[in-house]
């Protein structure tokens, strides 16, 4: 492991903690660390055995390096990380100094967006970045820490390519995961239409536009047995993006409209699928990357899922798998940032 990324992916909570543990204690103060949630646990004991190879001397200066980082860095739960529309949500019935403060310590693109969807009425009582000068500075920390306790702390994207696990699939950008989500769609569709019949498949494909229609068609021929759903489970998941996924209007943009609603739907239903098992805390990061509409829907599938028989750890493992081959070929196609094709692509099988 790099030294440069000894503590990603932890968030900048639980990196702040191993760094305090390793400069006012040390080894022997690691027992703490079973106090925490097992996922946590784990991790951290994995970093902290990382940090324990190292000579006391270097130990000590990435330590120290990575305590100046944590400090610098504007506050502590990644609110760059979370879409604005969910920063929207959480300013709503805030005071307009208030307000201002928070989207002060935002980036410009965020505070725009932002900007651009409050009233008018409002919007005309926020102070400019440049009015809170005189804020003192100890205000504006208190201000945006209350801010964020709205939100799940988001993880620190790693300085350089690493390897990628399928949590990892949360350092996308909103607009990557939204072309994953789609892609996502498009295959559960499939493998629902696989086992539906051919009849089916037909009728829903008079009120898709070519492209998407040949793209579902493609995909029912892809799937194998292995991946078909069961019939039950194929009417479930149909009756659950379908309804509120009718043809409004006539023409190619009610298609388009109708077929965007119905894969992000059944994308999102996927992605739910292989996060069931995954801590809350995760489930909410990945709902916080995406607009709060998808967001909400995700977390909701994922609360459903919860509710039935706990899935197959092979099955789960495999559904994983599939998610993160389809953002390693997205990254091949430019549909996902190709950055991630410098990463290392980890699967289970």
């Not at 703490?32 to 200066?61: F, H, I, S, V």
């Not at 953002?327 to 991630?340: H, I």
């Amino acid at each position: 492991m790099l030294v440069n990324d000894l503590f990603y992916p932890l968030s900048p909570r639980l990196t702040m903690l191993l760094t305090t543990i390793f400069t006012h204690g040390g080894k022997d103060d690691l027992h703490l660390l079973d106090l925490l949630p097992d996922d946590d646990m784990y991790t951290l004991k994995e970093k902290a055995e990382a940090l324990l190879q190292l000579d006391g001397e270097k130990r000590a200066a990435v330590v120290a390096r990575e305590i100046r980082r944590q400090v610098q860095f504007a506050g502590v739960a990644g609110l760059e990380a979370v879409d604005p529309s969910w920063l929207l949500a959480g300013i709503r019935g805030e005071q307009p100094r208030t307000i201002g403060i928070i989207l002060a310590q935002l980036s410009a693109g965020a505070r725009s967006r932002i900007l651009a969807q409050l009233p008018a009425a409002v919007r005309a009582h926020i102070p400019a970045k440049e009015d809170l000068q005189d804020t003192r500075l100890e205000m504006m920390r208190i201000v945006r820490q209350r801010f964020e306790t709205k939100f799940v702390p988001m993880s620190a994207p790693p300085g350089a390519p690493t390897q990628f696990y399928f949590k990892d699939i949360v350092l996308l950008e909103a607009r990557d995961l939204i072309q994953l989500v789609r892609a996502l769609g498009i295959e559960q569709l499939g493998a629902a239409f696989w086992t539906i019949g051919r009849r089916k498949l037909a009728e829903l494909c008079t009120s898709l536009g070519p492209q998407a229609a040949e793209e579902l068609i493609a995909a029912v021929k892809e799937t194998v047995a292995e991946d078909a759903m069961e019939i039950a489970e194929a009417k479930h998941l149909l009756r659950q993006v379908l309804p509120g996924s009718r043809v409004e209007g006539t023409g190619t943009e009610a298609k388009e409209r109708f077929q965007a609603e119905l894969f992000q739907k059944a994308g999102l239903f996927r992605l739910a699928q292989a996060c069931r098992a995954e801590r809350p805390g995760f489930v909410q990061q990945l709902a916080q990357r995406i607009p709060r509409s998808h967001g909400q829907l995700l977390r909701s599938y994922v609360y459903r899922l919860g509710e039935q028989p706990e899935i197959d750890t092979a099955r789960l493992q495999r559904l994983q798998d599939q998610v993160l081959y389809r953002v390693e070929r997205l990254a091949e196609r430019g549909k996902v940032n190709p950055r991630y094709l410098k990463f290392e692509f980890c699967y289970w099988g």
